[in-house]
């Protein structure tokens, strides 16, 4: 087992790292998500300036 480790070790690594990100952007997600704030759209502000602010999702 600790031979398999150490062949994978660099693999191991790198999908550690990838998962971690994932995890901490899904938690940015959540967290943004209870404070409000719209991640929906490239502005990654609010509806206010948006030209398609009473159409892409309901209230």
Same mark, same amino acid.
Do not use: E, F, Y
């Given at each position: 087992? &600790? %031979?398999? *480790?150490a062949?994978n070790g &660099?693999t191991?690594?790198v *999908?550690?790292v990838?998962a971690? &990100?994932?995890?901490?952007?899904?938690?940015?997600m959540?967290?943004?998500?209870?404070?409000?704030? %719209?991640? @929906?759209?490239?502005?990654?502000?609010g509806?206010?300036?948006c030209p398609?602010?009473?159409k @892409?999702h309901?209230?």
């Amino acid at each position: 087992m &600790l %031979n398999w *480790i150490a062949q994978n070790g &660099l693999t191991i690594a790198v *999908i550690a790292v990838v998962a971690a &990100l994932v995890a901490i952007a899904v938690v940015v997600m959540v967290r943004d998500k209870k404070k409000g704030k %719209n991640s @929906c759209g490239s502005c990654g502000g609010g509806c206010a300036g948006c030209p398609m602010s009473g159409k @892409c999702h309901s209230k």
